[in-house]
């Protein structure tokens, strides 16, 4: 009975499971010898923030770590430098050592916000790869063909279209398979982009003969805020783990009624019955969307930061839109160049990605100066103290002198 309640909590929100019978058989070596298994799941530093979406596997390696998995949390140092074209069009850009470095630091500072330390161990995939050496990569490469390869989705695509493929693209999911070799895993975890890869790890433990084959986990890719494309920070529809709490609960409260129930599965600590209750109270109309909004809101405020900051994030929201308020708290910006384009303005405040963005902001109705709304994007601003708004939840004040 412990052995099929720990799976249907495990198989909860996942997109798919290769070789359940891997699971349960470490699940039950666990409750029954107290035998503990290897998870693995790979991070390529390329940001310095965790965001929710991110968390949707974290949380499901914490989950596992109650199960008796020993989480081995990957930072890929070295495949970071190479860069993993996975749902690209095109060659993704290198990172240099410093910066994977330096937001692997983050990473580390930020996954025990959800990972068991004691049951958790970082490792760094240039320890082994870096010793693999010329002979030994090229020994690697001979345990999978160039037809192969090409099946996957997105080489497939670009090598139809013609559009080039490095040959180190080709090595990156051998040397991310590789890895399942060198930490031995027995169960591998990872995005639903990741299936080519996850798999790369099975068909390389069976060549290297290391005595196990990994299972593989796939949990699905979270929507970001707009409810179409997966949360993803260069689109700008991410809620960031380390976000302001006023800022996460007002992105949370920004997300549509359906895809609210999808962040429910996915995030929420809730049981299943629990939500699916919720979901009848509201669709019976004896609970608010927005109310029903506000709790999983306030629930993220308080596990990436704490109770109290989630109360004053939602008092602080309901005070903000519901009396039309500025925040008590906004950050202040000085420019010394007078006047200043409001489009650059929004953009020097860190409120808009682009120029681009603001002008189409602007044409929106959704930019306001001093709470008016600006409908001339070519506006300059003179000396002197402004209050800048994008849409509900941004705000910066800025000193133009």
């Not at 410093?98 to 937001?103: D, Q, S």
């Not at 591998?188 to 060549?207: P, V």
Request: hydrophobic share 40%; proline share 3%.
């Amino acid at each position: 009975m412990r052995i099929q309640n720990a799976l249907k909590e495990i198989k909860r929100g996942i997109s798919e499971i290769i070789d359940e019978e891997r699971v349960v058989t470490l699940l039950k070596n666990y409750f029954e010898k107290g035998e503990t298994f290897l998870v693995k799941a790979g991070f390529d530093p390329t940001a310095p923030d965790l965001h929710l979406g991110h968390t949707v596997l974290l949380q499901k390696m914490a989950l596992l770590q109650k199960f008796g998995a020993i989480v081995q949390f990957l930072i890929g140092d070295f495949t970071g430098m190479i860069g993993d074209p996975t749902g690209k069009n095109e060659t993704r850009k290198k990172l240099t050592r410093e910066v994977v470095l330096a937001n692997a630091q983050s990473y580390k500072e930020q996954v025990f916000k959800i990972l068991d330390p004691e049951k958790t161990v970082v490792l760094f995939n240039s320890e082994w790869i870096e010793a693999l050496g010329a002979s030994g990569l090229v020994e690697l490469t001979t345990t999978f063909n160039v037809a192969r390869m090409l099946e996957r989705e997105d080489f497939e695509k670009r090598y139809k279209s013609q559009t080039p493929i490095s040959i180190s693209e080709f090595i990156y999911p051998l040397l991310q398979g590789y890895d399942s070799v060198a930490m031995k895993s027995d169960i591998e975890m990872g995005g639903t982009d990741q299936k080519f890869n996850l798999l790369m790890g099975r068909h390389l433990q069976r060549a290297y003969n290391i005595g196990k084959e990994q299972a593989v986990i796939m949990m699905p890719l979270l929507e970001g805020l707009d409810g179409v494309n997966k949360m993803s920070k260069s689109l700008g529809n991410y809620i960031g783990v380390t976000d302001a709490p006023s800022d996460m609960f007002g992105k949370m409260l920004s997300i549509s009624d359906d895809l609210m129930w999808r962040y429910y599965e996915l995030l929420s600590t809730k049981s299943l019955e629990e939500i699916e209750a919720l979901k009848k109270d509201v669709a019976a109309g004896t609970i608010h969307p927005k109310h029903a909004k506000e709790m999983i809101a306030a629930e993220m405020v308080e596990r990436y930061h704490d109770k109290a900051e989630a109360l004053e994030a939602q008092a602080e929201f309901d005070r903000v839109h519901s009396q039309n308020e500025i925040p008590t708290d906004i950050e202040t910006f000085t420019c010394k160049e007078s006047p200043i384009w409001i489009a650059k303005a929004l953009v020097d405040c860190g409120l808009e990605i682009s120029t681009s963005q603001a002008r189409r902001d602007i044409k929106q109705g959704a930019i306001k100066l001093d709470q008016d709304k600006v409908d001339d994007e070519q506006l300059q601003l003179e000396c002197g103290e402004y209050i800048l708004q994008v849409g509900k939840r941004k705000f910066a004040r800025l000193k133009v002198q």
